[in-house]
């Protein structure tokens, strides 16, 4: 994918968490790869997850690339290339998260900001400082050497396909009439030239502020709830998604299709399904313009 395509460069920085849109490494489809496959079960994993409400921007969305790129098989319509295990993470943050934004609190409570901000880092980034500095956080020892070829991992092929995100892309374009007047208003205000998507944005609602710009300014109890009520729905519609990936599961409604963009839009910013579709459509205005 090129830059103007998916706003990616090339990380300048080896060892360190690169920019937020820079190209996934090698090292980080790797140790998202390992993630997938089973170190969420690790002990404490996912009460750290629950304190950092996920994985940071870069890597729920870098999470999610993995495993709808790398993930080929699997139960439901499609068969694979679908967010399985983003969707029994992020279900259960939204739960966990819509559930303390709606309790009552006390009468003289004028700011809640502190429900939508992380208390713990990033596994991710952890575990890559720990590998590029040998710092040796728990249960990776040696990964390097084991990590070559892990679960059948082909590292250089995955990190291209990884990085091309074509079946993202595909998900985003198809459920973007549902998500994009949900987006937050301020991820939208972000993205370099995104008022060229005309129809697309064109009378879109207000939109739900995602946690990143919510958690910037003071958040008041009546807003709280009504954030917690959208995030509940959220929950509610990616439980729906979740069946649709199993055996013999029902066909997936467009609001479960779009519900897993919802919440790693709300916890993780906008930014890739954004620049994804706003790719999308000015490929699609390239290509009429040179039929005409």
């Not at 700011?111 to 990776?140: H, M, N, Q």
């Not at 005309?198 to 807003?223: F, Q, S, W």
């Amino acid at each position: 994918m090129s830059a103007d395509e998916g706003g990616l460069v090339a990380p300048t920085v080896a060892g360190a968490t690169p920019p937020t849109d820079a190209a996934l490494t090698q090292r980080e489809v790797r140790e998202l790869w390992a993630f997938l496959h089973g170190d969420i079960m690790i002990g404490g994993i996912r009460q750290h997850l629950r304190r950092a409400m996920g994985l940071c921007a870069r890597h729920s969305w870098g999470y999610a690339q993995v495993e709808i790129e790398l993930w080929t098989h699997g139960a439901g319509d499609r068969g694979g290339h679908q967010p399985f295990d983003v969707c029994v993470l992020y279900e259960t943050l939204a739960d966990d998260v819509a559930h303390r934004l709606r309790t009552r609190h006390a009468p003289w409570t004028r700011d809640l900001r502190g429900l939508v901000v992380p208390t713990d880092s990033c596994r991710i980034c952890d575990v890559l400082v720990d590998t590029a500095t040998g710092s040796g956080l728990p249960g990776l020892a040696d990964r390097d050497a084991a990590m070559r070829g892990y679960g059948g991992l082909d590292l250089g092929r995955s990190t291209v396909e990884a990085n091309a995100a074509t079946w993202t892309a595909r998900w985003c374009h198809e459920t973007e009439p549902i998500w994009r007047p949900r987006a937050c208003p301020e991820c939208v205000d972000e993205l370099p030239g995104d008022d060229a998507r005309g129809e697309a944005t064109a009378g879109a609602g207000p939109g739900l502020l995602c946690r990143v710009h919510l958690g910037a300014r003071p958040l008041a109890p009546a807003e709280a709830r009504h954030v917690g009520a959208a995030l509940d729905q959220t929950h509610v519609s990616m439980i729906g998604l979740l069946r649709t990936m199993t055996k013999n599961g029902p066909s997936a409604t467009p609001e479960e299709n779009a519900s897993w963009i919802e919440a790693l839009g709300w916890f993780a910013g906008w930014s890739l399904p954004l620049k994804l579709t706003s790719a999308h459509a000015a490929r699609d205005a390239d290509t009429s313009e040179a039929d005409r």
